[in-house]
């Protein structure tokens, strides 16, 4: 079983960067692939960015790329994502998950955090 929860959410202007942060609880944190989705108003829930358990694999949504980078600390059970230039169209609420195996489908991941808003202004 593992418990995620995000933080570092918040209101930015369009160009600006946050750094959202996920702390799991649990055991074994270094075999799960770690995942960040988002969800806007009105529109499904979409990947963001994976990477897998030892951090040699990493994949990003194409609105993202270049833009965000993953990132964790196994020794602190974190993952984060760093998000630069952000833009109005990232406003959404921003998902953590832990799965077993390093793809962008969202059945792959077992265990979802609640959510944090990141709201970008224009």
């Known amino acids: 079983q593992v418990q995620l929860v995000e933080s570092g959410g918040g209101l930015v202007q369009a160009g600006g960067s946050l750094r959202l942060s996920c702390a799991a609880s649990g055991r074994a944190f270094s075999t799960y692939t770690m995942g960040w989705f988002r969800q806007a108003p009105g529109k499904e829930r979409e990947f963001v960015a994976f990477?897998?358990?030892?951090?040699?694999?990493?994949a990003y949504a194409d609105s993202v790329k270049g833009r965000f980078t993953i990132s964790r600390d196994n020794a602190k059970n974190m993952v984060y994502l760093q998000m630069n230039s952000l833009k109005a169209e990232d406003t959404a609420v921003y998902y953590c998950?832990?799965?077993?195996?390093?793809?962008?489908?969202?059945?792959?991941?077992?265990?979802w955090g609640q959510g944090t808003q990141v709201t970008v202004s224009s």
């Open positions: 990477i897998s358990g030892r951090g040699g694999n990493t």
């Open positions: 998950a832990a799965g077993g195996i390093a793809r962008t489908a969202m059945r792959h991941y077992d265990y």
